[in-house]
């Protein structure tokens, strides 16, 4: 029979009351499609006593699915055991907001009892009740320390109603063959708004087109720039699209370097280039429909105490030009979007 901890630690999880706002994570998980180079500890012997551990290192697939609603996982390893083949199933419950993951381990087919969860401050944390060797456990699933080149998991149990947490399994992804970044070590751009390698602010999407976002540039932030830096210049884009050509969003330059933050919306004013729709300011995405586009904003940190644009205005090529050889530094922060 399950204690009261028990149930109340199930009620804090599963239910969702009725009149709840229901956050949209149809998106959440994004950040892991395509392919990682993946590290594993296992704990031999779970709810033991044991602390003996083995490794594997293989690689892990993501496959998205009903547009991102659903996706695939495959994970094949190696390690002193042998061969490991594993496959999650991940689906979206758009009236609660939640994911369930559903695994299965190749070695005897079967699919596990599902964790059940959500996203929320780019944590992920999902649960279930099930039963391990005769004994009826609680297991926690955790995704955390998500980047656009990494995340970590860990698999949890407990078989004392939740009082005490035991971790079996730990994960730790990077992925492979990914875009070349020339962030400079130190120098770190983020966002109140979004992590990276998470879905981009309905907020920040274009108005226009067949969009109806609002328009507004994202909060950002940075520390760490290098010594000596007297300006700076900003600029989204989306590097991957016109068959790798790039398409441009936003351009600024003349950034004192006293700054460290631009506020939300920040993009409709300040010093901007000419964007690639041949606008002065930030135009958000609006992608075609199809996977999500990365969207990249990059802050270049420079010798240059303000760029002379001879009274002209510049498009993004052009100011390329002009900084070249007096960047400092750099540092990037990616986000996706779809249609």
């Known amino acids: 029979m399950m204690t009261k901890r028990a149930l109340l630690l199930f009620a804090l999880f599963y239910v969702v009351t009725a009149d709840a706002a229901v956050r949209d994570g149809s998106r959440d998980f994004d ?16 709810l033991t006593g044991s ?25 094949e390893a190696d390690g002193p055991n042998g061969h490991f083949q594993g496959l999650s199933m991940r689906l979206y ?6 994911w369930s993951l559903h695994f299965a381990n190749a070695a005897d087919g079967d699919l596990a009892q599902p964790t059940v969860g959500q996203f929320s401050d780019g944590r992920g944390e999902f649960y279930d009740q099930e039963a391990y060797r005769g004994r009826a456990i ?4 955790v995704i955390s320390a998500i980047t ?3 995340v970590h998991f860990e698999q949890a149990f ?21 875009e070349a970044r020339n962030d400079t070590p130190g120098f770190r751009l983020s966002s109140s708004a979004f992590v990276p390698g998470a879905t981009l602010p309905d907020r920040t999407v274009l108005d226009g087109l067949d969009c109806h976002g609002a328009n507004a540039s994202p909060a950002l932030q940075w520390t760490g720039a290098p010594a000596g830096t007297k300006s700076f210049a900003l600029i989204l884009d989306d590097y991957e699209a016109r068959h790798g050509d790039g398409f441009i969003h936003w351009v600024a330059y003349d950034i004192p370097a006293a700054t460290t933050s631009l506020p939300e919306n920040a993009g409709a004013g300040g010093r901007n280039a000419y964007n690639d729709f041949l606008r002065r300011r930030y135009d958000g995405p609006c992608p075609p429909e199809g996977p ?12 240059l105490p303000s760029i002379d644009d001879a009274g002209t205005p510049l498009t993004w090529r052009k100011l390329r030009a002009i900084i070249k050889g007096h960047v400092l530094g750099e540092a990037s922060l990616t986000g996706l979007r779809g249609h």
Do not use: C
């Open 31 to 46: 950040f892991h499609i395509g392919t990682w180079r993946t590290h594993v500890r296992r704990r031999v012997g779970p």
């Open 158 to 178: 407990s078989d004392d109603g939740g009082k005490t947490w035991e971790v079996n399994w730990i994960a730790d992804d990077t992925r492979a063959a990914e």
């Open 292 to 303: 999500a586009h990365k969207y990249r904003f990059t802050i270049y940190a420079l010798d």
């Open 148 to 150: 656009l080149t990494s």
């Open 93 to 98: 419950h758009p009236e609660s907001g939640q």
């Open 51 to 75: 602390n003996e551990w083995v490794e594997m290192n293989g690689t892990t697939v993501v496959r998205k699915v009903w547009n991102g609603r659903a996706n695939l996982v495959e994970l």
């Open 138 to 141: 609680f297991v926690r699933f």
